[in-house]
């Protein structure tokens, strides 16, 4: 038998299947982006969409637009005060931004608005989950060490800034649950317990939100609380 010559019909149409096949796959990808906000990196921000692929991008943004910042957290019903700008220099503080239901103790201090954001994201995806699952308890509370401090990093004379210089930080020193258990960074991370695994889990979450993490894992310095910092110079330490 011959072959059949091809017809010319039955190529344009493989064609023009083919050229539609990319176009169907790019809609079809995009109106799944239209509904997963999270992993869309051109969706405007909510907190209370769940944690995404973009959703750290999106955070790193807001460092550089506090305007921006702060209608996050009012598209996200997140309570909070600006607070007049203040300080001069190295230690200006154009961003106090104070959380208005946070809760921290022993007082909830001004801070940047991406950190107050990361703290927020931290709080609902990590925090809370974490010790829900991991205790089974609720959380209460979360004992900081204090977010602004004018100086440089670790206190010498000279060398960078410290992000607590403008509040661009805060260092966590204990959870305490519902049931009135207390999980100490100091007392509990070298632990075999489900307090170890509960701080190692919340350090893991802080990474999904913050620029920095530091936690007993980097240094002696840090063997009693985790430093979490919007630092823009290098992103990404997570230890
Ligand atoms: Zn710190």
Redesign the pocket.
């Known amino acids: 038998m011959p072959r059949k010559k091809p017809n010319p019909h039955h190529r344009a149409a493989r064609l023009a299947l083919a050229a539609l096949i990319p176009l169907v796959l790019a809609i079809a990808g995009w109106q799944w982006l239209q509904n997963h906000p999270e992993h869309n990196p051109w969706a405007p921000l909510d907190l209370d969409d769940p944690p995404g692929w973009a959703t750290r991008a999106k955070l790193a943004r807001l460092k550089a637009d506090v305007s921006e910042c702060r209608a996050v957290l009012e598209r996200s019903d997140v309570a909070f005060t600006a607070l007049a700008p203040t300080g001069e220099g190295p230690c200006a503080r154009p961003d106090r931004t104070r959380l208005g239901d946070y809760p921290l103790a022993p007082d909830t201090p001004p801070v940047t608005c991406p950190v107050a954001a990361a703290l927020e994201i931290w709080r609902r995806d990590s925090v809370s989950p974490a010790a829900r699952r991991i205790m089974g308890s609720e959380l209460k509370r979360i004992e900081h060490l204090g977010a602004f401090s004018c100086r440089r990093m670790y206190g010498g004379s000279d060398g960078p800034w410290s992000e607590?210089a403008t509040a661009n930080?805060i260092?966590i020193a204990a959870f305490v649950l519902a049931d009135g258990r207390r999980i100490s960074v100091l007392k509990d991370w070298n632990g075999a317990g489900p307090e170890a695994r509960f701080l190692r889990a919340v350090r893991e979450g802080a990474c999904g939100s913050f620029a920095t993490v530091l936690s007993p894992d980097y240094n002696a310095a840090h063997a009693d609380h985790f430093?979490l910092d919007q630092d823009d110079r290098w992103a990404g330490v997570c230890r």
């Open positions: 607590h930080a260092d430093h």
